[in-house]
Structure formats: C-alpha cells, structure tokens
C-alpha cells in the first residue's frame, strides 16, 4: 500500500518561507502526477499546486503562484512545497496527494493517495 508522509509545517511568521515535503514510501502505484491540497479551518480543502511525475510540468492555483514552487525529486520519491512570501491566509493543514490516473488536476477526487497532513501557520 502506497503511503504519503508530509514533514516541513510549523508556525511562521508573514512574510516568511517553509518547505514542505512528502515522501513516497514506494513507488508500485505508479503515480502519473503528484500534487498539494490545504485546508483551512471550517473551510473545504482546495487545490494548491501539482506537478507530472514523468515531466516536471507544474501547474499552481492563482492564489499561490508566483509564491509557491512545487518540485519533485524521483531519486528519493519525494515531492517538496516551496513557499515563501507567506501570508496568514496561507494558514492550514497541508495535504500531499498522489494520482495513479492524470496530472495537474486541482480536483481531489482525481486523487486515490493521500497523506496525513501538516499544519502551517502564518502569524500576522
């Protein structure tokens, strides 16, 4: 059974920068593409960014672009989050997900693998 470890959340303060990462714990699933989701409290998860596993293309919500940099390394299985520029909105659990079918959606339900979660938290 595939697994998603995310690490790299924590408290940061606005204007700040943390990276975040998942970890594949193997690679049978064979995920086409890779992507991060957030939620925030009473609020419904959404779309942040996603990357082809086989390319590297990359595709982000307009909210974090030109903020937040989604990469991959396919030596360790694993995908990072890049984010700098942090505002207090960016504040929620962050989810790594992968799919064994498409890339680049930004609809969760493309998604059949999921991590557990890490929360970020941007203090004003």
């Known amino acids: 059974q595939a697994q998603l470890v995310e690490s790299g959340g924590g408290l940061v303060q606005a204007g700040g920068s943390l990276t975040l990462s998942c970890a594949a714990s193997?690679?049978?699933?064979?995920?086409?593409?890779m992507a991060w989701f957030r939620q925030a409290p009473g609020k419904e998860r959404v779309f942040v960014a996603a990357?082809?596993?086989?390319?590297?293309?990359?595709y982000y919500a307009d909210s974090v672009k030109g903020r937040f940099t989604i990469s991959r390394d396919s030596a360790k299985n694993t995908v990072y989050l890049q984010m700098k520029s942090l505002r207090p909105e960016d504040t929620a659990v962050y989810y790594c997900?992968?799919?064994?079918?498409?890339?680049?959606?930004?609809?969760?339900?493309?998604?059949?693998?999921w991590g557990q979660g890490t929360q970020v938290t941007v203090s004003s």
């Open positions: 990357i082809r596993w086989s390319s590297g293309s990359t």
């Open positions: 193997e690679r049978t699933f064979s995920s086409l593409g």
């Open positions: 997900a992968a799919s064994s079918w498409t890339y680049g959606s930004s609809r969760s339900v493309d998604y059949n693998y």
